[in-house]
T-cell receptor, first 116, second 114 residues
Framework: DAGVIQSPRHEVTEMGQEVTLRCKPI?????LFWYRQTMMRGLELLIY????????DSGMPEDRFSAKMPNASFSTLKIQPSEPRDSAVYFC??????????????FGPGTRLTVL | GNSVTQMEGPVTLSEEAFLTINCTYT??????LFWYVQYPGEGLQLLLK?????DKGSNKGFEATYRKETTSFHLEKGSVQVSDSAVYFC?????????????FGPGTSLSVIP
């Protein structure tokens, strides 16, 4: 079992550049989550998908952020244009959501983004 | 709204010491409660959970009891090891919003020294 796979693990870019983070969820899982972790704000849920459909994107900070899930095995989080305040660790997590109860979320190793 | 409060860290303990990390919550419905752990350089992992009042979750020597009367879910371990050094997150999910939408506390960093 490969677990949740994220790429790249580290990204350093300059302000104004486009950044794309990638996630492959665990096979068979039908929910996918994008989180951002910073010292100041802790762990924040940005958006989550169920069966490839965005369910709640209220945590997306602004229009510069967008997320897609074109199929059950792949999702992207894009920041365009990037700003220094976007520097953080971005986690992807997945779960099998059956409704009516909590289902454990499995986290990837994260992508550490630094915007200069 | 729903929220989770944890004791501030960092917490530094000697090996074999007793650990308590306090967690209290606010929720509109009947939440499920969790402790997640994050080891250095890794993502979060579910450590234990409790889904209703008076339930006790346990795993790897860690325990936490769901106390509805005090809205608390304190994490305890009788004898910590160096390998327990990590960041610990208290969290909840609430059926009135969505079971999938987990609210995490700020995390408590634990360092165990030999």
């Amino acid at each position: 079992d490969a677990g949740v796979i994220q790429s790249p693990r580290h990204e350093v870019t300059e302000m104004g550049q486009e950044v794309t983070l990638r996630c492959k969820p665990i096979s068979g899982h039908n929910s996918l989550f994008w989180y951002r972790q910073t010292m100041m704000r802790g762990l924040e849920l940005l958006i989550y998908f169920n069966n490839n459909v965005p369910i709640d994107d209220s945590g997306m900070p602004e229009d510069r952020f967008s997320a897609k899930m074109p199929n059950a095995s792949f999702s992207t989080l894009k920041i365009q244009p990037s700003e220094p305040r976007d520097s953080a660790v971005y986690f992807c997590a997945s779960s099998f959501s059956s409704g009516g109860q909590y289902n454990e979320q499995f986290f990837g190793p994260g992508t550490r983004l630094t915007v200069l | 709204g729903n929220s989770v409060t944890q004791m501030e860290g960092p917490v530094t303990l000697s090996e074999e010491a007793f650990l308590t990390i306090n967690c209290t919550y606010t929720a509109t419905g009947y939440p499920s409660l969790f402790w997640y752990v994050q080891y250095p350089g890794e993502g979060l992992q579910l450590l234990l959970k409790a889904t209703k009042a008076d339930d006790k979750g346990s795993n790897k020597g860690f325990e936490a009891t769901y106390r509805k009367e005090t809205t608390s879910f304190h994490l305890e371990k009788g004898s910590v090891q160096v390998s327990d050094s990590a960041v610990y997150f208290c969290a909840l999910s609430d059926s009135t919003t969505s079971y999938d939408k987990v609210i995490f506390g700020p995390g408590t960093s634990l360092s165990v020294i030999p």
